[in-house]
């Protein structure tokens, strides 16, 4: 992706523990957004940060799910005891945040929940 | 709500053939249209953005049109390489530039 940069590459956690995946920004960018890929299934939007809004929690598939971003910068996105069916590669992108705007990926964070 | 259908899921040709890749969504009322690439074990990256004003937007060998009343996009790779071979990936804004994504049509080029 274009500078923007995901942390960890990879994460193997047991079932019923709880992770962090991170997204650094590029600057001057100002809208964030959490996709997921399941294996063999296309992007799910996740949620989406604008700016001080309220973000976009729409996509979020479950209350264990939560994510932050802190200073309009740096987003966690958090997991609560994880289930199996949560791994997936998560995806962070960055964008103006307008209606018409390009959105740029980072590399992803693949999560194994045995 | 909206869905993104990709076709072929996969796509074997030999180095030098042009080759056409479809997409189709359900619901017109889209902001526009991106096509990405992704490599195994790594992000996505942007091809090609299309505005839903658009017909087209070219790119290299990449070129992409768009009609927005029929639901439909292609994406057109000119004198394709064994670099190309990725998966490609067509995704459409709603608001907030919110993407629905294709399941992605998976293109080898073998010399």
């Known amino acids: 992706g274009a500078g923007v940069s995901q942390s960890p590459s990879n994460k193997v956690t047991e079932k019923g523990k709880d992770v962090e995946l991170r997204c650094d920004p590029i600057s001057g960018h100002t809208a964030l957004y959490w996709y997921r890929q399941r294996l063999g299934q296309g992007l799910e939007f996740l949620i989406y940060f604008q700016g001080n809004s309220a973000p976009d929690k729409s996509g979020l598939p479950s209350d264990r799910f939560s994510a932050e971003r802190t200073g309009g910068s740096v987003s966690t996105l958090t997991i609560q005891r994880t289930q199996q069916e949560d791994s997936a590669v998560y995806l962070c992108?960055?964008?103006?945040?307008?209606?018409?705007?390009?959105?740029?990926f980072g590399p992803g964070t693949r999560l194994t929940v045995l | 709500k909206q869905e993104v259908t990709q076709i072929p899921a996969a796509l074997s040709v030999p180095e030098g053939e042009n080759l056409v890749l479809n997409c189709s969504f359900t619901?017109?009322?889209?902001?526009?249209l991106q096509w990405f690439r992704q490599d195994p074990g790594k992000g996505l990256t942007s091809l090609l953005l299309?505005?839903?004003?658009?017909r087209e937007q070219t790119s290299g060998r990449l070129n992409a049109s768009l009609d927005k009343s029929s639901g439909r996009s292609t994406l057109y790779i000119a004198a394709s390489q064994p670099g190309d071979s990725a998966t490609y990936l067509c995704?459409?804004?709603?608001?907030?530039?919110?993407?629905?994504f294709g399941q992605g049509t998976i293109l080898t080029v073998h010399p």
């Open positions: 299309i505005q839903s004003s658009q």
């Open positions: 992108a960055f964008g103006g945040g307008g209606d018409y705007n390009e959105q740029f």
């Open positions: 619901d017109s009322a889209i902001y526009n």
């Open positions: 995704a459409v804004s709603s608001s907030y530039g919110k993407l629905t």
